[in-house]
Structures are given as C-alpha cells and as structure tokens.
C-alpha cells in the first residue's frame, strides 16, 4: 500500500455551479425536482455572464486539484453567454493546470420568444438557443479541444434537436453527455434515446431509468441525496457505472465517501471494491488520468477500504502530464489566494443578479 494514486475523475461536473455557493434564496421554496430546476439551476444558468464562467471555472479547477481530481467531464449551460463559454471553461483549467472535457447542454426550454417550459413536446422545432447550443458544441470540437456534445435532458428538447445532437456527436466520433431520468418527471427518457444512444454516451444520474442503455451511468450520489430524487442502485445496473458529482464540487474521495455510505445503507454486504470500479470506469473516460500522480498526506490512500473510512486526506503534491501542477497542497501555476478573492467578487456580481 502507498500514498500515491492516479489522478481522479469527476464524470459529471457544472464548473458553472462554484459561485453559486450562499446564492440568494429562490423566489419560492422548490417541493419537487422539477421546481429545483425552475428555482434554482434555471435561473442561476441564466444569469450568468463570460465573467462569470470564467472565475466559476478557474476556482472550481483549483479546488478540484487541491482534492487529487486531474480530470473533470464537465456539462455547462449559460442561455445569455453560449458562444464562448467552452473557451473560457477550458482556458481557466489549463491555467490550472488540470485536464477538461467541455460540452454545451442544448436545450429547446427557452423558446424564441423568451417563455420558459417545463417539458419541451417532442414535435416542435428547434429553437434558436438550442441551434446556438450545438454550434459552441461545434466549435469547441473543431478547435481540437477533449470534447463531447452536451444536451441537457430529452424531456427540454425537441426530436430534431435531439437528433441534431446525436448526429453531431457521430461526426466527431464521440458521445453525447446528458442527464437522463433524473426526476420522475423525465422517467420516460430512455423510450425517445433506445434508438440513439451509443456505448460512448454518458448517461447522467438514471434515477428512474426504467431499462438500461447504451454508454455509461453516471452515478452522482449527493447530488441525487440532496435533490431527493431517490436511490439510482447504481450496483445493481447492467451498464458501467462511474463518478461524478454533479457540480457540488469535485473531490472524488469524498464523493465516494457519501456514494459508498448510500451504498451501504442499501446494501449491507456491498465492499468498497464496487467504490474501487467505478473510480476505474471514471478513468476509463479519461484515461489520461491513469498517468497522472496523486501524492497525498496519507500512506495507505491507494487502498478503498482505507480511503472510504479515512476523511480528510489531501494531495501533498500533484503531477499532470509530467509538470508539478500542486505543491506542498498549493497549486503552483496560479495564485490561490487571488482566484478565491476574484470569484468572491464575481460571486457578489451574481447573487445580486439573482436577487433583484
Ligand atoms: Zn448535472
């Protein structure tokens, strides 16, 4: 047993979710999923700026390097800043230093004439957000840059979004990174993605995902805790299960802290070995992450069984890609203390924008 690991992967991140921490209270209290969206997430995304995404994404980076995460598999919306916003999201984590796979969450809720819906129908068309959606996915494709095509969930886009989305993805020979039956009101998801869904999509939190599908679940247990969707039984699915956390943060042994406790609170006799393979499906989506080194404060943090009932272990040290990216628990290419002073003042930008 040693202190030194790969580096983690968080299979499902909103980089754009860092300054909503201490955000003003919605309008109303949400009392189901849907109204999560509606109160908190719909209204946060919108409101966001380039600014913004920016400072979210640089401390959001910086945090998950200080926690041993080298890659994040991130899914961003930002309606009112969409073209852009992937360049942003991956310049603040190469400053870093850490590695990023971006897409844009398409989605037809905002209509052209700007009404917001709950559940887009199926036979509409595509609206312009959802075009502009599919071309910043576009973009960041051509560019070069690790990238997969993002749709936010099948209940708020239309068919020809959705297979705008998928066709796009097939051209570029990656998959498409959506959220799929994480409330019961998107419980029928799986019926519209059957025909659609390859083994290189990332299916996102399948809750209430009534058969399996093709690609991989990610399993985001807080989040899911949190939003009292109910238990996903990720043990218990036929497809590959990894990571992720949803945006609420992106420090993967402490995820899978809470992911192996839920476990076992379903399942007595469950071993963090079912915690071991899903931290390797993670890697298997960036796999780059297994050449990466994590050095931490604690000798036997390569072990599962260790790492689930040992809190608080931090990275001593971190190498990505050959350069000494955290030192002595410090990030060493930016100056933390100003990333934490900047995003509190984009912070302050945004939670006034929410309360007005
Ligand atoms: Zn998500």
């Known amino acids: 047993m040693g202190a030194t690991t790969p580096g983690f992967v968080c299979a499902h991140h909103h980089l754009y979710s860092t300054l909503a921490r201490g955000m003003p209270s919605p309008p109303q209290t949400p009392h189901s999923f849907l109204s999560v969206l509606q109160q908190v997430w719909w209204r946060l995304d919108a409101a966001l700026d380039l600014d913004m995404i920016y400072w979210s994404a640089k401390l959001g980076a910086a945090e998950a390097l200080m926690s041993g995460t080298t ?77 997969m095509v993002g749709v ?32 019961p009101d998107d419980a029928d998801a799986a019926i519209r993605l059957r025909d659609l869904a390859q083994d290189n999509w990332l299916i996102i939190h399948g809750v209430h995902l009534r058969e399996p599908l093709p690609g991989v679940l990610v399993h985001n247990a807080r989040s899911n805790m949190n939003n009292s969707v109910g238990y996903a039984q990720p043990q218990k699915s036929a497809m590959p299960v990894a990571l992720g956390t949803d945006g609420i943060g992106a420090d993967m042994p402490e995820e899978a802290r809470v992911a192996f406790a839920r476990l076992r609170e379903d399942e007595l006799t469950a071993p963090a070995d079912v915690i071991d393979h899903w931290f390797d ?45 955290l030192d002595e628990g410090v990030p060493t290419l930016v100056d933390i203390v100003d990333v934490r002073r900047q995003a509190a003042h984009h912070a302050r930008r945004l939670h006034e924008r929410l309360a007005s």
């Open 152 to 183: 936010h969930a099948a209940f708020t886009v239309c068919d020809e979004t959705l297979q705008a989305a998928s066709a796009l993805a097939k051209e570029f020979g990656v998959g498409v990174h959506i959220h799929v039956a994480e409330g």
């Open 71 to 147: 890659c994040i598999i991130d899914h961003h919306e930002s309606p009112n800043a969409i073209e852009g916003s992937l360049d942003v999201i991956r310049q603040a984590c190469e400053e870093v230093g850490i590695r990023v796979n971006v897409s844009y969450g398409v989605t037809d809720r905002w209509q052209d004439d700007g009404t917001l819906l709950d559940r887009v129908a199926p036979s509409s068309a595509m609206t312009k957000g959802a075009r502009l959606g599919l071309e910043e996915n576009r973009r960041a494709l051509l560019s070069g840059a690790t990238a």
């Open 281 to 325: 499906q993670s890697r298997a989506l960036f796999p780059e992450s297994r050449g990466d080194s994590v050095t931490w404060n604690y000798d036997n943090a390569d072990s599962v069984w260790h790492l689930m009932y040992t809190p608080g272990t931090r990275p001593i040290s971190v190498v990505v890609g050959g350069r000494t990216v």
